[in-house]
C-alpha cells in the first residue's frame, strides 16, 4: 500500500497554483516548450481524465504543469475524504437522541451501532487502498463518494420510524463504514500525484481535513436536528443534510480530477510488510494512539450524556452535546505538532510521552468523577485527545525511519527503494489496524458496563493498556539506542 503516510514530520514546501491546462477532447497533448537539452515528457491527457506520462519528480513538469493539476485533485480529495469522515461518525451522534424519537434500545445495543462503523471502515480500509490503481483515482472518488449517499439516506429512513428493527438500525450502521474506508483510497490517490519533496505536506492536508470532519459532524448534528424541531428532534435530518454536499463532491469530482495511468498497486509490498516483525510492533502502538482517538470520537457523546444525564433534555443538553465535537477537533490539531516535535525529540520519546500522558489523564478523569462536574469531565477528555493526537503524530513519524534502519530488509542490504516501499506499505496496513480501535473502545466500555454496570473498570483497563503499551515503546525503540541505531527513530 502505497497510500497512507503523512505529514506528521514537518511543513513541507508551499503549493503554489500555477495556470490550469484546459483539457481537449480525446488524446490532446499538453506540450511545454523547454530551453534545456534534457526534454520534460509531455503530459497526455486521454479520453475519461487520465493522464498519461505523469512524473511528479520531474521538477520541470511539476512546476509548469503538475503543480496546478495536483492542487486541483487535492481540494476536491480532502472535500470528498472530509465527508466520508462526516458519515463515518454519524452514528455515534444520533444514538444519543434515538430515546428522544421513541426508540428503546438497550445499552448494548446502542454500543453497537456506535462501534460497527469503525469495524466496517477499518476493515475496507485494506481493499480501498487497491481502488485508485485498478479504477484511477477520479473515477474511484466519484464512486465512493456517491456510496456515501446509501448510509446517509438509510439514516433518514430508518431513525424516522421509531418500530425500525435493530437488525436493520445495525445493518444501516455498518454502511457508515464506507467513510472510514474513504481515507485510505484518498491518501492512495494523492500519494500519486506528488513528488516525494511534497508528498508529506499534501497529505497531511488531506488527512487533517478528513478527520476534522468528526469534529464538524458531532458540531452540526446536534444543532440541526433540533433546530426546527420544537422540543424534539428531526432525526432524519442528520443523514439527510449532508446528501447535497456528496453530490456536489461527486459532481466536483467528475469534472475536476483526475486519472493517472502511473498509478500502481503494491500488493507484494503489501505481502512482505506483513512478514516484518516491526509492523505489528507498531500496529499495537497505533491501536494505543489513532484507536483512541477515533474510539473516543464516537464514544464521548454518549458518555457525555451517560455521565450527566441532566444534558439529555432538548435545548440546554443539545449545547451540551454539541461541545463532543471539541475532542475530536483538538485531537486533529494536535497530530501535525506531535510529529513535528517527534522530529525534534524523537517519535519513540514522544510516543512514551504520548501514552504516559493518557494514562495520567485517564486516571484523574476517574478520579475526579464523583464530583460530577462537567466541565472538568470536558477538559479531562480534551486534554485525553489533545495527547492522543500527539501520539499520532509521532507514532506515524516512526514508522518509515524503523523500516529504513531496522527492519529486516534494511539489515539484510536492501536498497533504499526496497526499504521505502516496504514503509509505504506498512503505513496502509498500520492506518487499517489501528481503525480498529474505534470497535474495540466502545465495546470494552460496554463489556463493562454490562458486567458491572459501571464505565470505571473498562477506564481502568485503557490505563493498563497505554503503561503497556508505553513499555512496549521503550523496550523495542529506546532501551538499545546506542546498540541499533533507534535513537534516530
Not at 457508515?176 to 481515507?183: S, Y
Not at 498509478?263 to 507484494?268: E, I, L, T
Request: hydrophobic share 50%; proline share 5%.
Amino acid at each position: 500500500m502505497t497510500a497512507d503516510r503523512t505529514a506528521e514530520s514537518g511543513t513541507g514546501n508551499s503549493l503554489d497554483l500555477a495556470a490550469e491546462p484546459t483539457p481537449g477532447s480525446g488524446s490532446a497533448s499538453l506540450n511545454v516548450q523547454t530551453a534545456t537539452a534534457t526534454a520534460t515528457p509531455a503530459l497526455e491527457v486521454r479520453p475519461g481524465r487520465w493522464i498519461a506520462n505523469w512524473d511528479a519528480e520531474n521538477k520541470q513538469q511539476w512546476e509548469t504543469q503538475g503543480r496546478s493539476i495536483a492542487r486541483r485533485n487535492l481540494n476536491w480529495s480532502i472535500f470528498a475524504e472530509f465527508l466520508g469522515f462526516v458519515v463515518w461518525q454519524l452514528w455515534s451522534i444520533v444514538v444519543v437522541q434515538l430515546p428522544a424519537a421513541g426508540f428503546t434500545f438497550t445499552t448494548s445495543e446502542i454500543f453497537w451501532l456506535i462501534s460497527m462503523p469503525s469495524l466496517v471502515g477499518a476493515t475496507l480500509r485494506i481493499p480501498y487502498t487497491f481502488m485508485v490503481p485498478k479504477f484511477g483515482g477520479r473515477n474511484w472518488t466519484i464512486v465512493s463518494a456517491l456510496l456515501l449517499l446509501i448510509p446517509s439516506i438509510g439514516l433518514a429512513l430508518c431513525v424516522s420510524n421509531p418500530e425500525t428493527p435493530f437488525g436493520v438500525m445495525l445493518l444501516v450502521a455498518a454502511l457508515a463504514g464506507f467513510g472510514g474506508g474513504n481515507f485510505a483510497s484518498s491518501m492512495a490517490n494523492i500519494t500519486f500525484f506528488y513528488p516525494a519533496r511534497e508528498k508529506g505536506w499534501a497529505l497531511g492536508l488531506n488527512a487533517a481535513g478528513g478527520n476534522l470532519g468528526a469534529a464538524v459532524a458531532q458540531l452540526a448534528v446536534p444543532i440541526a436536528i433540533t433546530l426546527l424541531a420544537a422540543g424534539t428532534v428531526n432525526l432524519p435530518m442528520a443523514g439527510l443534510m449532508w446528501v447535497p454536499l456528496i453530490l456536489i463532491a461527486a459532481f466536483g469530482a467528475f469534472k475536476y480530477m483526475d486519472n493517472l495511468t502511473s498509478a500502481k498497486g503494491d500488493v507484494a509490498g503489501s505481502l512482505a510488510a506483513l512478514k516484518e516483525p516491526h509492523l505489528w510492533i507498531m500496529a499495537l502502538l497505533y491501536i494505543g494512539t489513532f484507536g483512541s482517538f477515533i474510539g473516543f470520537a464516537g464514544v464521548f457523546p454518549k458518555l457525555i450524556k451517560d455521565y450527566f444525564p441532566a444534558f439529555s433534555s432538548i435545548g440546554v443538553g443539545t449545547v451540551a452535546l454539541s461541545l463532543a465535537f471539541l475532542g475530536p477537533l483538538v485531537g486533529s490539531l494536535a497530530r501535525p505538532y506531535g510529529g513535528r516535535m517527534a522530529d525534534r525529540m524523537g517519535g519513540a520519546r514522544m510516543t512514551v510521552a504520548a501514552f504516559a500522558s493518557m494514562a495520567v489523564i485517564t486516571l484523574t478523569m476517574i478520579w475526579t468523577l464523583p464530583l460530577k462536574n462537567f466541565w472538568l469531565f470536558l477538559v479531562l477528555f480534551l486534554m485525553l485527545f489533545t495527547a492522543s493526537g500527539f501520539g499520532n503524530g509521532a507514532t506515524y513519524r516512526m514508522i518509515p525511519v524503523i523500516f529504513a534502519i531496522s527492519s529486516r530488509a534494511a539489515r539484510s542490504g536492501a536498497s533504499s527503494v526496497t526499504t521505502q516501499r516496504l514503509a509505504s506499505s506498512a503505513l496502509g496496513l498500520i492506518s487499517a489496524i489501528g481503525a480498529y480501535g474505534g470497535f474495540v473502545i466502545p465495546q470494552v466500555l460496554n463489556a463493562s458496563n454490562t458486567a458491572s454496570g459501571s464505565y470505571t473498570p473498562a477506564f481502568y483497563g485503557f490505563v493498563g493498556a497505554y503503561v503497556l503499551m508505553l513499555a512496549v515503546c521503550w523496550f523495542c525503540y529506546i532501551r538499545n539506542t546506542n546498540r541499533n541505531a533507534m535513537g534516530h527513530v
